[in-house]
């Protein structure tokens, strides 16, 4: 899954892709490179944002939804509104961090539409949820609550065939729980359902390299995550760096045999 920021305040690649059509470009070349799916999202979930309105988030991605007709469109929000439109113009899977928590209308635009679901773990809300996170018990509780949002999810009437989960890496997690959540993937796995793990870029990766305040990880530690996150049972990794990670992918799953 390429991830597609069409945002002026990314952690990563802020403001590069605001304007559709070197969006547009870019989500193609990401195809082209090997990418299943372009995951587009017009609301940034770093640590401290704010968040934007529904008409600023559907500003920014409908020109990109709309230019990406006939290929494979992930969209990254919450709100029914802007799913609605991108599922609308050919979206095929709604990217939901908040895991049907953050509008209560868009489990039935989901259900509605027939789309792919990925449910994702996050402690807090972006603003507040790097403050001293806590867990007895991190890939127990990632657990309990990814199975009570299938749960959910289901009886709102999505298909439980449509669903992916994700432990939602570096979302109220501190560098610790976030290695410790991959490490014990398996444990997830469990669950019956394909995981995301999008490590790609995230600041723990640049920490780990002892830079104890590092924003980013490098290309290059996103590999080496993701290719663990593989070896134990991910199927969709969410990664900036499209090229270098399907290739490393490509390598591990020949070796996997
Ligand atoms: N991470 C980000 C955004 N959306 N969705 C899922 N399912 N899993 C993730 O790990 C995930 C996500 C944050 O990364 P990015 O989109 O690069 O940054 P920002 O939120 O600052 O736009």
Redesign the pocket.
């Known amino acids: 899954m390429g ?1 597609l ?1 069409v ?1 002026p ?4 690649d802020p403001g590069i892709f605001l304007r559709a059509e070197p969006a547009v470009t870019e989500a193609w070349s990401m195809l082209d490179c090997g990418a299943a799916i372009v ?1 587009v ?1 017009g609301e ?3 640590p401290g ?1 704010e968040g934007v309105s529904a008409e600023e988030e559907l500003a920014r991605i409908e020109p990109v939804v709309a230019g990406l007709a006939g290929a494979p469109v992930s969209i ?1 929000t919450s709100k029914g509104a802007v799913a609605r439109r991108a599922l609308e113009l050919g979206a095929e899977m709604v ?1 939901d ?1 908040t895991a049907l928590r953050g509008d209560p209308e868009l489990a039935g635009v989901v259900a509605d539409a027939g789309c792919y679901l ?1 449910l ?1 773990h996050m402690r807090g809300e972006p603003r507040t949820m790097q403050a001293d996170p806590r867990y007895d018990d991190v890939v127990s509780e990632v657990k309990a609550f990814l199975e009570e949002r299938l749960a959910f999810a289901v009886s709102a009437g999505v298909k439980e065939e449509h669903v992916c989960l ?1 432990p ?4 109220g997690k501190t560098v610790a729980h976030n290695f410790e959540l991959v490490r014990r993937l398996d444990e997830l796995v469990a669950i019956g359902r394909p995981l ?3 490590f ?3 600041s723990s990766l640049g920490k780990i390299m002892g830079d104890p305040n590092a924003k980013t990880g490098t290309a290059a530690a996103s590999v080496g995550a993701a290719v663990a996150a593989y070896d134990r049972g991910a199927t969709l990794l ?1 990664v ?1 760096d499209v090229r270098e990670h399907v290739e490393a992918l490509t390598a591990a799953k020949a070796v996997a045999g």
């Open positions: 991830v920021n945002t305040d990314s952690f990563s995951d999202g940034s979930t770093r944002s990254d990217n961090v990925c994702m994700d939602g890496i570096g979302f995301l793990i999008g790609s870029r995230k969410r900036h």
